[in-house]
C-alpha cells in the first residue's frame, strides 16, 4: 500500500529542509540521480514523489510560501512592543545664545553643545479595532500561503500523471505501427512468392510494396512521440538532462496504461469538489481577509493609545561641560485622534469595501468553474470507457478479418485488396484502443484534480 498523501504530508514537505535545492541544486538528496533514474523501471508513484521533491513549479511554490510567511510575521508586529533607541547632538554659535552674549569670565554661561540619548519600550494599547485584526490577519495569511501550495502540488501531479501517461501511449503507438510494419512485410514476402510462382501478378507485389512504405512514416513519428514524450517527463520530474546524454533517453516506465474505476457518483464527485478545492479555499481566506481590510479602513478615524516607558540621559544646560549630564527614568501614555483626514479613511473603506465584493464574486466564479471541470471529467471518462469497451471487443473483429481475407486470397476466392483494407482497419482500431486508454487515464487524473482528491488519495490510485 502506498502511503497516504494527505494534506499533512505536503505540509511536511513543505517545510521540510530543501537540501541541496535550497543551495540552488534542482536535485535533493532523497531523489535518485539522473544516472540511477535511467537504470531502473519507473513507477507512476515515484513519478509523483521525486516530482514533489525536486520539479521547479513546486521550489517556486515553496519560496513563495516562505515569502507569505514573513508578511504574516511583519503583519503580527503591531501587536508586539517596540524598543526605540534615538541619540541627538547638536553645536550652537554662542552669538545665537543669548545669555552667553557678550559674556566675560564671571558671567553666566550657558552650554552650547547640546545632546540627548533615549531607550524606550512602547506597546500599542488601541488602535481601532487593528490589533487583534492584525492577529487574524497573520493566520489568514499562513492559512492561505499553504492552500495555494497544495494548488501549485496539485497543478504538478496533474502533468506528471499526463506526462506519463503520454510516454505509454507513445510507446503502445509504437508497438502498434510495428506490428502493422511486420504484417505488411510478412505479406509482400508472401506476395513475392506467389509471383516467382506465377500465381499472381507484378500489381499485387507493387500494391504491397506501395502499403508497406506508407506504414513506414507513421512508425517513424511515433518513435520521434516517445523520444520527446520522455523527454517532457524528465523535464517535470526537475532534472537536468546532461549534454552528453543521447537525445532517446533510456527511460523505462512500469506503470501500464489502465482503466481504473471511478469510486463515487457525479453529485458525490460534485461535492468533494467543492469540499476539497484548495483554489476556493484559498478565494474563501481571500474574502476573509477583506473583512480584515475594512476593519483596518475604518480604524483610520480612530484614535491610537500607546503606553510607553523609557530612560533618557541629556547634556546639562548651565554649564560649559558637555560632559556634564542628567538621567532618569520616563513612563507615560500618548494618544492620537485624527479628527479630519481630507476623507481619506472614507476612501479607503470605500475601496476594501468594493474589493470584498469583487473576492466574493470571484470565489462565486470559481465555485461553477470546479462544477465544470468536474462535469467534463466525468464526461471524458465515460466517453473514453465506452471507446475503450468498444475498441477491445472490435481488435478481434479486425484480427479475425485478416485470417478471413488471407484464406480467400490464398483460395482464389478473394482479392489482395481485402487484407490490405484488413490491415489498415486492425492498425486504426489497435490505434484507437491505446488512445482511449490513455485518455481514460487523463480523464481519471484530471478528475481527481478537479474534486481535489489528487493530494488527499495514495498517489498511486
Wanted: hydrophobic fraction near 40%; avoid cysteine.
Amino acid at each position: 500500500m502506498h502511503p497516504s498523501f494527505s494534506k499533512l504530508t505536503a505540509l511536511a514537505l513543505l517545510l521540510a529542509p530543501l537540501g541541496a535545492a535550497a543551495a540552488g541544486v534542482p536535485r535533493t538528496k532523497n531523489a535518485p540521480s539522473f544516472e540511477a533514474l535511467l537504470q531502473r523501471p519507473l513507477s507512476l508513484v515515484d513519478a509523483l514523489n521525486i516530482a514533489t521533491e525536486q520539479n521547479g513549479i513546486i521550489l517556486q511554490a515553496r519560496k513563495s510560501v516562505e515569502a507569505r510567511l514573513g508578511v504574516a510575521i511583519q503583519t503580527r508586529a503591531i501587536l508586539l512592543p517596540q524598543v526605540l533607541g534615538r541619540v541627538d547632538y547638536s553645536v550652537t554659535q554662542d552669538s545665537l545664545v543669548e545669555l552667553n552674549t557678550g559674556f566675560n569670565a564671571t558671567g553666566p554661561t550657558l552650554n552650547n553643545q547640546r545632546w540627548v540619548g533615549d531607550a524606550r519600550v512602547v506597546q500599542s494599547l488601541y488602535q481601532g479595532g487593528r490589533l487583534l485584526s492584525a492577529l487574524r490577519v497573520s493566520k489568514l495569511i499562513r492559512e492561505q500561503a499553504m492552500q495555494d501550495f497544495l494548488t501549485s502540488l496539485g497543478q504538478v501531479l496533474l502533468q506528471v500523471r499526463t506526462a506519463y501517461d503520454d510516454v505509454q501511449l507513445a510507446a503502445a503507438q509504437i508497438e502498434v505501427r510495428q506490428a502493422s510494419v511486420d504484417l505488411l512485410k510478412g505479406e509482400l514476402d508472401n506476395v513475392r512468392s506467389r509471383l516467382a510462382a506465377g500465381v499472381v501478378s507484378e500489381f499485387d507485389q507493387l500494391r504491397a510494396e506501395v502499403e508497406l512504405s506508407n506504414a513506414e512514416p507513421p512508425l517513424i513519428l511515433a518513435r520521434n512521440s516517445y523520444v520527446i514524450a520522455k523527454q517532457a517527463l524528465v523535464e517535470l520530474l526537475g532534472y537536468n538532462v546532461p549534454k552528453e546524454a543521447k537525445n532517446d533517453l533510456p527511460l523505462r516506465l512500469d506503470t501500464p496504461l489502465q482503466v481504473r474505476k471511478y469510486p463515487a457518483d457525479l453529485p458525490g464527485a460534485l461535492a468533494a469538489g467543492w469540499k476539497n478545492r484548495t483554489e476556493l479555499e484559498s478565494l474563501n481566506t481571500q474574502v476573509k481577509l477583506s473583512d480584515e481590510n475594512i476593519i483596518t479602513a475604518r480604524a483610520g478615524n480612530k484614535p491610537g493609545v500607546q503606553a510607553f516607558a523609557g530612560y533618557d540621559v541629556t547634556s546639562r544646560m548651565r554649564t560649559r561641560n558637555a560632559g556634564d549630564s542628567l538621567d532618569g527614568a520616563i513612563a507615560g501614555v500618548q494618544m492620537s485622534w485624527p479628527l479630519f483626514d481630507g476623507f481619506l479613511t472614507q476612501g479607503r473603506v470605500a475601496e476594501a469595501q468594493a474589493n470584498r465584493g469583487l473576492r466574493q464574486a470571484q470565489l462565486e466564479e470559481q465555485r461553477r468553474l470546479v462544477s465544470l471541470q468536474v462535469r467534463t471529467a466525468w464526461s471524458d471518462i465515460l466517453s473514453a470507457k465506452a471507446t475503450v469497451d468498444s475498441q477491445k471487443e472490435n481488435i478481434g473483429r479486425a484480427e479475425r478479418t485478416i485470417q478471413l481475407a488471407r484464406e480467400r486470397y490464398l483460395a482464389g476466392t478473394g482479392i489482395q485488396v481485402d487484407i490490405l483494407s484488413a490491415q489498415t482497419a486492425l492498425t486504426q482500431t489497435r490505434g484507437n484502443y491505446v488512445q482511449a486508454l490513455r485518455d481514460y487515464s487523463v480523464a481519471y487524473s484530471r478528475l481527481l484534480r478537479a474534486t481535489g482528491e489528487d493530494v488527499q488519495r495514495r498517489q498511486g490510485q
